[in-house]
């Protein structure tokens, strides 16, 4: 079996024999040209496979040149990942960029085209300022949603090195202002055609999974933007499927695969019966490594903030009291929108000769009836949100007694007034679309920096993105949104650089409601993206351990915090003393199913048994375990430790 280059194309030249014992070609998705009989392709990483395979020969020149184009992809790859770097790029003194963003930085500064995918709360914007800084640019164009214009220009005042003007593009203004970086929201892309009339320096796309549709108006005016360098920003680029990149890659001039190619190799594309179905996600592996070795450089908190534990995702469900009417409505139309649903996916897959008169007419009244059903129960959504918001206030309140702050996010605004009104006494805060952008920061800042103000309250798109919420180690989630991504990007204003403790998050739901059969649909979803962008490709997978509904995010065991390098007011002994009593609690806890005076009561049920089962305590979940232990005290007056644990929390 011969290998040799001719042209831009690699050949393999077989006998038949020789293929029906060593397939070789076929398994690296070589194409075979059936006039010539021989296997070609013209991708130099798949005829690197062949280098692996036995009875393959090659000349030397060709093993040479494709073992530096695996290793420079290799190294790629490694580059893509990297934690820390001796790169050191300027920044204005008195500021320093950690490793992982110095290795960002150095990935970034040789490609035209970038997806700068850190995980959320990794500061992508102070690495692509930095960025500016080492390419010495003359100007630039930033792209962000209309609630980070502020920020960016913030950002951008903070970090630059270079003497050059800042200015933010507002909806009313007649022409461009004259600065050297304009920063300009999607919404008003189409009313300057200035911004696409000229080829910018560097062009910085923020949150660029709000291009993902490709029909959508402000990809086509992103797409028509020209750049030298183009970064395009967001922990998470694709929120749902694998389809939602390809309008990105596009935008970066990433032409690897053609959309047919891309759509079948990635997103399992299959006609339905009423047309082309992307919604799958296949082959994330493969697809990882593939943008890791071009474009792509993506850290997760788990591998860079070591000091920064993993987030622990719970499901509350409150009991239904006072709700099984509307929880019934719910229940009832979600059953005929399902039902609908599954009668026309049931039609689609019928062949011509099977359909019979009248098809047209029955495959237009259901799908009259799953609209109907659909906006019906978005409906009821809302009426449930609303009547649950009381109780939802009243389970906050009680979290607050061990909890300093706490982060509530919800859609309606009818329910944040609910929340914001049942929580008074906590001097809340709250950001929602009707809130001002210059507003916004004074709010954050008033959140992070008052002790009195306790509550953040948010909707989850527009207070989900770009903000940091770090004084909380708590959030809450009164309604729930069917994009994952959305539901992470609200999750990680807590979980950002800063946050030293563990981030409790909470889906508050109502027993029996959609919101439930939602949060399981959330989690399949984030497994399936989590495959294309975060887990080794190359990694053994191990099977057969049992996993939660609502999962903590996979990560290395913190190996140092904040807490073991400060002297704090619980010493270690002490802790390890709550946490015994924690876990005494605990024991005899049957998940506050029964008023018998034994375990955790209702509210504290699921924080009292997270903290029991964490592999140790910090300093505030110490602080908060001391409380639990002295409010069931009663359950513990045999234990000889109690008393040391009420002493030692009184001297704190």
Known sequence: MNLYKDGDRYIVETTYEEYRSNPAPKTARFRFDSKRKRWWTDDPEKAAVLLDHEGVWVTDVLMDELEKHRNGRSDAMQ?????????????????????????????????????????????????????????????????CPASLKRNWERELHRWLTLDLSVAVVGAKMAKLP?????????????????????????????????????????????????????????????????????????????????????VNRFCDAYNNGFGWDFSGSINGEELQRELRSALMVRRLKSEVLTELPAKVRQVIELPSTGLVRVIGQERGVFEQYEEAQSELEKLG??????????????????????????EEMSRIRHETAVAKAPKVAEYVGEVLETQSKVIVFAHHRDVIDILEEGLRKYNPVRIDGGTPQNDRLDIVDQFQNDENCRVFLGSITAAGVGITLTAASYVAFAELDWVPGNVSQAEDRAHRIGQYDSVLVQHILVDGSIDAKMARTIVRKQEALEIALDRDPDAEVIEGIEETAIKAKRGTEPK??????????????????????????????????????????????????????????????????????????????????LSAVLEGLKSA
């Open 79 to 143: 580059l893509s990942r990297a934690t820390s770097s001796e790169f050191n790029p300027p920044v204005p003194e008195g500021l320093e960029l950690r490793p992982f963003q110095r290795a960002g930085v150095e990935y970034m500064r040789s490609r035209s085209a970038v997806l700068l995918a850190d995980e959320m709360g990794l500061g992508k914007t102070p690495q692509v300022i930095a960025l500016m800084n080492v390419q010495k640019i003359a100007n630039a164009l930033v792209v």
């Open 178 to 262: 004259e600065a050297d970086i304009l920063i300009v929201n999607y919404e008003i892309l189409h009313k300057f055609d200035g911004l696409g009339g000229r080829t910018w320096d560097l062009l910085a796309v923020d949150e660029c999974h709000y291009v993902k549709s490709t029909k959508a108006r402000r990809t086509k005016m992103v797409a028509a933007l020209k750049a030298r360098q183009t970064v395009m920003m967001s922990g998470s680029p694709m929120p749902n499927r694998h389809i939602e990149l390809w309008s990105i890659l596009q935008i970066l001039k990433f032409n690897k695969w053609k959309f047919w190619t891309y």
């Open 349 to 374: 897959r019928l062949s011509e000769e099977d359909r019979g008169g009248g098809y047209e007419e029955r495959v237009a009244a259901l799908r009259s009836v799953v609209q109907v059903a659909f």
């Open 560 to 641: 140092k915090t904040r807490e073991a390098q400060i002297n704090g007011t619980l010493s270690m002994e002490m802790r390890d003393t709550i946490h015994t009593g924690l876990k005494m609690i605990a024991g005899v806890c049957d998940g506050a199913q029964a008023l018998d005076g034994s375990g955790f009561n209702k509210v504290d049920t699921n924080f009292g048994h997270s903290l029991a089962e964490a592999p140790r305590l910090s300093e505030k979940q110490a602080q908060a375990g001391a409380k639990l232990v002295r409010k069931y005290k009663r359950q513990l007056s045999t234990w000889e430790g």
